[in-house]
């Protein structure tokens, strides 16, 4: 089994900024890509950022620019730095990790339980 774990969201002024973090543990052989989501009450949960273990990041329109992504390979690990946060950042940010366990098993993707980031003056 994987274990996702995700810290760092709170409250923050319009402007302002936060990073997130997510670690994966447990039953790992390999992580491809990790990534996070987000999602609002009422709406289907959005890709916010991704990073594969090798290739380039990709962005929804809505962030780029602002958020960064990136990950620490050594500890199975992934940040999200969103600066110039705006009250429609406001959302619970899920960290997603596509990892398998064993040589030859099938990648699956892991959630973690969900931060939230609340954009507001």
């Known amino acids: 089994q994987v274990q996702v774990v995700e810290s760092g969201g709170g409250l923050v002024q319009p402007g302002g900024s936060l990073r997130l973090s997510c670690a994966a543990s447990?039953?790992?052989?390999?992580?491809?890509?990790m990534g996070w989501h987000r999602q609002v009450p009422g709406k289907r949960r959005e890709l916010v950022a991704v990073?594969?273990?090798?290739?380039?990041?990709n962005y929804a329109d809505s962030v780029k620019g602002r958020f960064t992504i990136s990950r620490d390979n050594a500890n199975n690990t992934v940040y999200l730095q969103m600066n110039s946060l705006k009250p429609e950042d406001t959302a619970v940010y899920y960290c997603?990790?596509?990892?398998?366990?064993?040589?030859?098993?099938?990648?699956?993707?892991?959630w973690g339980q969900g931060t939230q980031v609340t954009v507001s003056s």
């Open positions: 997603q990790c596509a990892a398998n366990s064993f040589p030859g098993d099938s990648t699956r993707p892991y």
């Open positions: 990073i594969p273990s090798g290739g380039i990041t």
């Open positions: 447990g039953s790992i052989f390999s992580i491809n890509a």
